[in-house]
T-cell receptor, first 114, second 111 residues
Framework: DAGVTQSPTHLIKTRGQQVTLRCSPISGHKSVSWYQQVLGQGPQFIFQYYEKEERGRGNFPDRFSARQFPNYSSELNVNALLLGDSALYLC?????????????FGNGTRLTVT | DAKTTQPTSMDCAEGRAANLPCNHSTISGNEYVYWYRQIHSQGPQYIIHGLKNNETNEMASLIITEDRKSSTLILPHATLRDTAVYYCIVRPTSGNTPLVFGKGTRLSVIA
């Protein structure tokens, strides 16, 4: 079975530009979460979506936004890119978001902002 | 902030059992202990989770102390492919609380 797929795998952008990252969850999973991982740190929570509604948001500025589509895929958008946005962006999917439902992660999109 | 404490790094000889400790002294009765690992340049991989009882699957065993204040992840026969950063995470049983990652333990399996 296909796992969580993310595209693109790598991306280089310039400061001030905008970027859109894409995620397809595991078939049957209706919840999608986004995490940011900077070098040397553990992943940090950005957003969670379930049934196309935002169910949680981490401590990130309004430049970060996301949405979930009827097929449960998701996009993460980042506007006005800063050098500090350079990171690995991870998408994870799960069955209905409950504590006993493990998150399954994709291999991420490596974003470099120059 | 992460509610767990893990050693920064550990070494293990190939073929031997790797025992990764985690301290979660402030865990409440309605929180799971989760373990993930992250191999270089990949996303975190779910390993196992448990509440009170010890758990075992095809990847690992999870031993939780009776007072639930600490746990140990056991990889019974470590291979070079088990070299990774291992994260121990505490997560509520209900609701949709996101995973809170600490810095994890960097396990190096040595031939």
């Amino acid at each position: 079975d296909a796992g969580v797929t993310q595209s693109p795998t790598h991306l280089i952008k310039t400061r001030g530009q905008q970027v859109t990252l894409r995620c397809s969850p595991i078939s049957g999973h209706k919840s999608v979460s986004w995490y940011q991982q900077v070098l040397g740190q553990g992943p940090q929570f950005i957003f969670q979506y379930y049934e196309k509604e935002e169910r949680g948001r981490g401590n990130f500025p309004d430049r970060f936004s996301a949405r979930q589509f009827p097929n449960y895929s998701s996009e993460l958008n980042v506007n006005a890119l800063l050098l500090g946005d350079s990171a690995l962006y991870l998408c994870a999917s799960s069955l209905p978001p409950q504590g006993g439902s493990p998150l399954h992660f994709g291999n991420g999109t490596r974003l470099t902002v120059t | 902030d992460a509610k767990t404490t893990q050693p920064t790094s550990m070494d293990c000889a190939e073929g031997r059992a790797a025992n990764l400790p985690c301290n979660h002294s402030t865990i409440s009765g309605n929180e799971y202990v989760y373990w993930y690992r992250q191999i270089h340049s990949q996303g975190p991989q779910y390993i196992i989770h448990g509440l009170k009882n010890n758990e075992t699957n095809e990847m690992a065993s999870l031993i939780i102390t009776e007072d639930r204040k600490s746990s140990t992840l056991i990889l019974p026969h470590a291979t070079l492919r088990d070299t990774a950063v291992y994260y121990c995470i505490v997560r509520p049983t209900s609701g949709n609380t996101p995973l809170v990652f600490g810095k994890g333990t960097r396990l190096s399996v040595i031939a």
